[in-house]
């Protein structure tokens, strides 16, 4: 599996659309995560190869064959470790933001209060 196509965010927006929505379409999970459906099907297939998720057929009407996309037990164990991972790196960009906001807030004070002594 390419690791820098299948990023922890992508498995994890993966994960969560397929357990919430199996019975969504390629087209459709590319469109709500927002990639090409090239991409989209080989995450699919990657994620299908390795056994975390699983493609049945059903049939939405008399006239179309669909497919739903169920995770494995497999699957949900490692949406778990993929949710915590995603979760510590937001955690580290949102400190790493507070302090970049902290120090634009200082950096505006001063040129402020450079500008009301001029």
Same mark, same amino acid.
């Given at each position: 599996?390419?690791? /820098? %196509?299948?990023?922890?965010?992508?498995?994890?927006?993966?994960?969560?659309?397929?357990?919430?929505?199996?019975?969504? +379409?390629?087209?459709?999970?590319?469109?709500?995560? #927002?990639? +090409?459906? #090239? !991409?989209?099907?080989?995450?699919? !297939?990657?994620?299908?190869?390795?056994?975390?998720?699983?493609?049945?057929?059903?049939?939405? +009407?008399?006239? *179309?064959? #669909?497919?739903?996309?169920?995770?494995?037990? *497999?699957?949900?164990?490692? *949406? /778990?470790? %993929?949710?915590?991972?995603?979760?510590?790196?937001?955690?580290?960009?949102?400190?790493?933001? !507070?302090?970049?906001?902290?120090?634009?807030?200082?950096?505006?004070?001063?040129?402020? /209060?450079?500008?009301?002594?001029?």
């Amino acid at each position: 599996m390419n690791d /820098s %196509v299948l990023t922890d965010e992508t498995r994890y927006r993966l994960f969560k659309l397929v357990e919430e929505h199996p019975e969504m +379409s390629q087209r459709e999970l590319a469109q709500a995560m #927002g990639v +090409s459906v #090239g !991409k989209l099907n080989y995450c699919l !297939k990657a994620l299908i190869n390795v056994g975390m998720i699983k493609m049945g057929n059903f049939t939405r +009407s008399s006239h *179309k064959l #669909g497919y739903v996309y169920i995770l494995t037990p *497999k699957g949900i164990a490692e *949406k /778990s470790r %993929v949710t915590a991972r995603f979760l510590a790196r937001k955690e580290a960009e949102y400190e790493e933001l !507070k302090a970049e906001i902290e120090v634009l807030r200082t950096e505006a004070n001063i040129a402020q /209060s450079a500008d009301t002594r001029s």
